[in-house]
């Protein structure tokens, strides 16, 4: 929906970014500037700035940039008119809401006040007749009454329509019930419950919000488990089972499951910061949210093959970011003289919670699980063998930045392969050498194209003239730094810019000073789309001084004019006339040529 421009200014101005951006990142001042790390992508070193003269935030990493506006977007994964309305309610403004901005809120929340109706009549009907089924399946897991409560646990009845029929007698619509993914319809057109005869999950998100359902069988029917589809309140990427409790844990990491039971019993044990992704494979929203609340993660699923390599891709995904990550694998279970695998829940079931906190506290850094999973791939009694093993193994050791990390590790490998300790650490120097040739040359490739880096992201905006571009960026960066100089840019009009986009920027500064009303970066961001965004933040985090600001500004109009009189001399010419005129010229030269000779 469209907000009154007026509404959104005033919004901005009264939401001060640092105090925002403080509130989900740990920032540190340097200089006019703040930094910490960026909540966007994963990294090790704060690369992310948030300029309070500006009222922006800059990744110099993953160039993500905005103001108040934008940096709610990304890390509440709102759509416009939402981030506008949680900033509202966060600085105490009330929002003007049009039509459709009206009926979109009103469908949000309904959607929210049916899953928490839902959500209550699931947990009522276990300590009713029709749920007992699903009772005595929670008594038979050990899960205790009080934690049922804590998570919310419920019971789905084995009927086509019990829910839509509680539900619609509470005034919910068939239309309400299909956009919360609660009932599905069939060819036929008719509706029925999507959930029937299962133990219930609630999906509460960090804001206290029902925002999707889980459903587990009771026997091994199939299939196992079902969830809530995609809605317009829930998407399976953002989110993180048991995430709502989790959040006010005291311990000083989180344990990555695999599945909600396992979360559950964990709390139950007491180890209230498990969390699940919905799903094995953990995804970039997810971790930013779990970075908000801690910075190492314990990943803990289950010791099968399927387990093993969802951890491996975990791990990878996880390699560059700023987590400490550690590998909890528990040990199999010996069952009836065979050994078996377990889970979360059969561990603490039998060996009980001290054991488990004995084996969380030994948990294996990830080199130590990526190492253990590289060695068990290798026969290394075979010669052939042991040396593809210390070909693998040395790329891995190489990949780390730490030489006394590389030794260690090094050392390790040769013990584990039966090889000499030198052998193995010229091996890993080897292998790191072509590493950092691979690096020197991917540099080397990116600073002979320097002038491809200084183009906009976004191939939408590219620039046609670099030269120009620049100097368009600098007249930006000083009316916004000084707008009084506008006057100064009275001989400089917005199609004399090479650029669409930094033309239409100007225009609106123009605009805004002959106006009487100054706009700030913070403003002119918030009439930008998305990549326009991230691209701008990015333009005015270049340094620009205000000292020589009179100069500079002469020199940006000379060069932009000049490029601007150029382009329209090229526009104006007659290529068929030129061509002609060229080929008379050929001719006339090679006739003077011939009575020379």
């Known amino acids: 929906m469209a907000f009154p421009q007026r509404f959104l200014d005033e919004l901005i101005d009264r939401s001060d970014i640092v105090d925002l951006v403080s509130s989900y990142v740990a920032l540190t001042k340097k200089g006019g500037n703040y930094f910490g790390l960026c909540p966007f992508h994963n990294e090790k070193t704060g690369s992310f700035s948030v300029a309070p003269d500006k009222q922006i935030f800059y990744c110099f990493g993953c160039h993500k940039g905005g103001g108040a506006l934008q ?3 990304e890390i509440e994964n709102l759509a416009f008119p939402d981030a506008v309305r949680f900033l509202a309610k966060r600085a105490n403004m009330e929002v003007p809401e049009d039509d459709t901005g009206r009926e979109e809120s009103r469908r949000r929340q ?41 998570f919310g646990l419920g019971a789905s009845l084995d009927s086509w329509d019990a829910l839509l029929a509680a539900m619609t007698e509470k005034g919910y619509t068939k239309t309400d019930l299909l956009a919360a993914g609660l009932v599905v319809s ?22 206290g919000d029902v925002v999707a359902f889980g459903g587990r069988v009771l026997d091994k029917s199939e299939p196992k488990y079902m969830n809530t589809t995609e809605t317009i309140v829930y998407s399976k990427r953002r989110n993180l089972y048991g995430i709502n409790l989790a959040k006010k844990t005291k311990r000083p990491n989180f344990i990555l499951c695999e599945g909600n039971i396992d979360v559950i019993t964990l709390h139950q044990a007491g180890f209230d910061n498990a969390v699940a992704s919905m799903g094995t494979a953990l995804t970039t929203e997810q971790t930013k949210i779990l970075s908000r609340y801690t910075k190492e993660l314990v990943l803990c699923f289950d010791n099968d093959t399927a387990g093993q390599m969802a951890t491996q891709k975990n791990i990878e995904m ?7 990550v550690r590998v909890l694998q528990l040990p199999r279970r010996l069952s009836e003289g065979e050994y078996v695998k377990q889970d979360v829940d059969d561990f603490i079931k039998f060996q009980g919670a001290a054991a488990f906190e004995a084996v969380l506290n030994g948990s294996a850094n990830q080199m130590d699980f990526r ?7 290798y026969d290394l009694s075979d010669p052939e063998q042991k040396i593809a093993y210390g070909g693998e193994i040395s790329q891995l050791i190489a990949s780390l930045s730490n030489a006394v990390e590389r030794e260690i590790y090094a050392g390790r490998a040769a013990e584990t392969a039966g090889i000499s300790r030198t052998a193995m650490i010229t091996e ?3 292998a790191r050498g072509k590493q950092r040739g691979r690096e020197r040359r991917t540099l080397q490739r990116e600073n002979l194209n320097a002038a491809a880096l200084r183009q906009p992201r976004d191939r939408t905006i590219r620039y046609g003239d670099l030269r120009s571009a620049m100097a368009e960026e600098g007249v930006i960066r000083l009316l916004l730094l000084d707008g009084a100089l506008s006057d100064q840019c009275r001989r400089l009009e917005p199609e004399d810019f090479s650029s669409g986009f930094l033309g239409r920027m100007y225009r609106l500064l123009r605009e805004a000073w002959d106006g009487g009303h100054p706009m700030t970066a ?33 020199d940006y109009i000379q060069i932009i004019l000049r490029s601007a009189e150029k382009r329209r001399g090229e526009q104006a010419e007659d290529p068929l006339q030129a061509a002609v005129e060229k080929f008379r010229a050929d001719k006339k030269k090679k006739g003077n040529g011939g009575k020379r000779q």
Request: overall charge positive; glycine content about 2%; hydrophobic content about 45%.
């Open 110 to 150: 309904r959607v929210l006040a049916l899953n928490r109706d839902a959500a209550r009549w699931f947990y009522q009907n276990l300590s009713r007749p029709e749920g007992a089924a699903v009772a005595a399946y929670l008594e038979k897991r050990k899960i205790t009454p009080k934690t049922a409560t804590n």
């Open 71 to 73: 940096f709610v977007m």
């Open 522 to 554: 913070a403003a002119l961001l918030a009439r930008c789309t998305a990549e326009e965004t991230s691209h701008l933040s990015g333009v005015l985090q270049k340094p620009e001084a205000s000292a020589y600001a009179d100069k500079a500004l002469e």
């Open 186 to 207: 069939n060819q036929k057109g008719r509706v029925y419950d999507k959930f029937r005869n299962r133990l219930m999950f609630p999906v509460i998100d960090v804001r």
């Open 428 to 430: 890993v120097e080897r």
């Open 318 to 324: 996880l390699k560059d970011s700023e987590f400490a």
């Open 371 to 377: 190492m253990d999973a590289v060695a068990a791939k």
